[in-house]
């Protein structure tokens, strides 16, 4: 998945509840319960106990009939557009592509389409007290640069492992972003560590165990067993270094921009991911794989026409499933974004079993199962959490009328 947005093999949320989870190369924002600020415009950060609630004003506005049909919209962008990612960079590979650093640019590369979104945002005048303890230019693009260079060895690390590893192993592994962004948020964001929470990450922890000690017989031909070794490896260092950009990006948030509006997340989005495609053009060309390029093209299987639709959809999709994410938060809520999200968990190995005729071991079954129950498990002390807000949203306005 992809980052930042990316990050969004597995990984793409922005927003999300407490944490967040999508497939690779989506990374957005990831906002989490104790935050101090709504998206109740989708310009202007107004003071809430949660930003997890819905924009009433924008059903208002639309129609619920409307309002539904753009739910439906960026869910099927969500969905299809991350598990289409994934199944086509594993294409890639099964067809005699070898490149991981031009499965790695494809990954950030399609990010000028998240500028459309920007673009019909309505333009605003910023409040000056915000704009006098806005960050200087100069640290804003240490930042971007800071994380996008990480963005792009996250990427790389991802591309390894979806080298090695079959999809729906691939897509298992990189669940235990939920795990990981638990522990970092605890770390870094002092996000509360609940019984719930607890339970996610033991039965994420457990999950991806058994897919270490499960054989490699289902995956990618040739690959041996250290290869596979490797790609585990690989897939669960860009988990865990996903879920630490996440964290580090609310930070950023929190102490820097100290803003969260739907246009500055996308204006973060956008630049970390410009820095991360120069970083893996560099790569690129750095390592020789240029070199290889047009004889990989020659020779791949399904022709020279179908090797340039595979990088470019798969490029296109990521940033689909971006603009996905950010339409569920921006439209319902990040809670809701983050159980479509995990809802792909399910949804990719399913669909790589189809496609690519993966093997479905019993193995492989339990850890799926058991990869869903604390996706469900971390996702059920997200909505807790929203109805905590909620009531005690409701508490303070019935006093205020009182």
């Keep these: 998945m992809s980052s930042t947005s990316n990050l969004l093999g597995p990984r793409s949320s922005l927003f999300s509840g407490v944490s967040s989870f999508v497939f690779p190369r989506t990374f957005l924002m990831d906002l989490h319960a104790d935050r101090s600020y709504s998206l ?49 960079g594993r294409f890639y590979y099964d067809q005699g592509g070898n490149s991981t650093w031009m499965a790695t640019l494809v990954q950030t590369a399609a990010f000028p389409v998240l500028v459309i979104p920007l673009y019909f945002l309505p333009s605003q005048k910023e409040d000056q007290s915000t704009s006098s303890t806005s960050p200087s230019l100069l640290v804003l693009a240490l930042i971007y640069f800071v994380l996008g260079l990480v963005i792009a060895g996250d990427n790389m690390l991802y591309s390894t492992g979806l080298l090695y590893l079959s999809a729906s192993t691939y897509s298992i592994i990189s669940s235990t972003q939920l795990a990981f962004n638990a522990v970092f948020s605890y770390f870094i964001n002092s996000q509360k560590f609940s019984a719930l929470i607890f339970n996610s990450v033991i039965i994420l922890t457990l999950s991806v165990a058994l897919i270490g000690v499960n054989d490699d017989s289902d995956g990618p031909a040739g690959v041996s067993t250290q290869k596979h070794i490797i790609g585990f490896i690989c897939t669960l260092a860009a988990s865990a270094i996903y879920s630490l950009l996440l964290s580090l990006m ?111 071991n019993g193995v492989k079954i339990i850890a799926m199962l058991m990869a869903i129950w604390g996706s469900a498990s971390y996702i059920y002390q997200n909505y807790l959490d929203d109805a905590k807000a909620r009531r005690a949203v409701a508490d303070v306005s019935e006093s205020h009328i009182a």
């Design 250 to 360: 609310q930070l950023t948030f929190q102490k820097v921009l100290k803003k969260e509006t739907f246009s500055v997340v996308l204006q973060m989005q956008i630049f970390t991911a410009l820095v991360a495609t120069c970083a893996s053009v560099v790569g690129l060309f750095a390592s020789g794989d240029w070199k290889t390029l047009h004889g990989e093209m020659e020779s791949f299987g399904k022709g020279r026409v179908s090797y340039v639709m595979t990088l470019v959809w798969t490029a296109v999709s990521w940033q689909v499933c971006s603009v996905g994410v950010v339409g569920l938060i921006f439209v319902v809520s990040s809670l809701f974004s983050n159980v479509i999200s995990t809802l792909s968990l399910a949804v990719t190995p399913i669909a790589a079993v189809i496609v690519f005729h993966d093997k479905m």
């Design 40 to 88: 109740i415009d989708s310009q202007e950060a107004i003071p809430f106990k949660n930003e997890t609630v819905m924009d009433p004003t924008l059903l208002i506005k639309l129609g619920r009939w409307q309002w539904w049909f753009l739910v439906a919209i960026n869910i099927f962008f969500l969905i299809v557009g991350q598990a289409g990612a994934v199944l086509l």
